[in-house]
């Protein structure tokens, strides 16, 4: 749990950034294999990562800011600063979502087919990112006497909110739950029924996950009461389910009927 790994000359190399990176390259050499034989070229999945990370980035602090703005109203330039606070992945996914929709439909391709490519790609570098979020000691779970219970490092987020308690490692849980999805929806892409289908298992099958690991977690950020990723959790399961049951009931296009009986 050390978020500084090593340093050269005087820069640091951190482990979040370094395992986000190789989230980021995991997820395109899987993304890259999968849309092997299609319309989405490795140079254009190429093109469009550059664009996605800046965006996620940007749409991963906006989240971030928007349920917790009272902090800023006073110094609201410190908003801009990511790197001297939070990022939440939904919303690099939401922002992301809209890009992507943009982006390929103005190049004539189907958004839904590219969402169902990327939705493994997205699990697995969200796996990876999570291991660099257990070193850097944040998104922590809350106090346990269990035997798996972690202590951070001084100096992480998880240390300067409970000390030397030891905490429920909600991260690593996230990452090993984020495998499993992974291994679902690779299964529903061999054999997907429509457009989307994987997406849509992508945002149900996450989104219930977060909710519940959301329970160990003492770092969300609130909405009164209520967890906002709970809260946002809970709506686009609702809705990538009911979207799932109303596009399943449509007829079978020819070319997913193919795939169905291989």
């Known amino acids: 749990m050390y978020p500084i ?32 034989n299609s319309e989405f070229s490795e140079e254009m999945l190429q093109e469009y990562l550059i664009y996605g990370v800046m965006v996620g980035f940007i749409g991963a602090r906006l989240w971030e800011v928007m349920f917790s703005w009272q902090q800023y109203v006073d110094n609201p330039l410190h908003a801009l600063m ?38 493994p790609a997205l699990i697995l570098g969200q796996a990876i990112g999570r291991i660099g979020c257990f070193f850097n000691g944040d998104a922590y779970g809350k106090p346990t006497d269990a035997w798996y219970g972690v202590i951070y490092h001084p100096g992480t987020p998880a240390y300067q909110a409970w000390g030397p308690a030891p905490l429920v490692p909600a991260e690593l849980m996230e990452a090993g739950l984020d495998l499993v999805i992974l291994a679902v929806l690779l299964r529903i892409f061999r054999r997907k029924q429509f457009d989307g289908q994987v997406a849509l298992a992508y945002f149900v099958l996450y989104s ?34 009911g979207w799932w049951m109303w596009r399943s009931r449509k007829p079978l296009t020819p070319k997913a009927k193919r795939a169905r009986r291989k």
């Open 5 to 36: 790994l090593f340093s050269i000359n005087g820069f640091e190399v951190r482990a979040w950034g370094l395992l986000v990176g190789l989230g980021i390259l995991a997820g395109l050499w899987l993304a890259t294999r999968l849309a092997k």
């Open 82 to 119: 990511f790197w001297d606070g939070g990022l939440s992945i939904q919303g690099a996914v939401a922002a992301n979502a809209l890009l992507a929709w943009w982006y390929f439909t103005r190049k004539g391709l189907s958004f839904w087919r590219f969402a169902d490519i990327a939705a």
């Open 208 to 241: 219930l996950a977060r909710f519940g690991l959301e329970f160990l977690r003492t770092d969300s950020l609130m909405i009164g009461g209520i967890k906002a990723a709970q809260l946002t959790a809970l709506l686009t399961a609702l809705v990538a389910a």
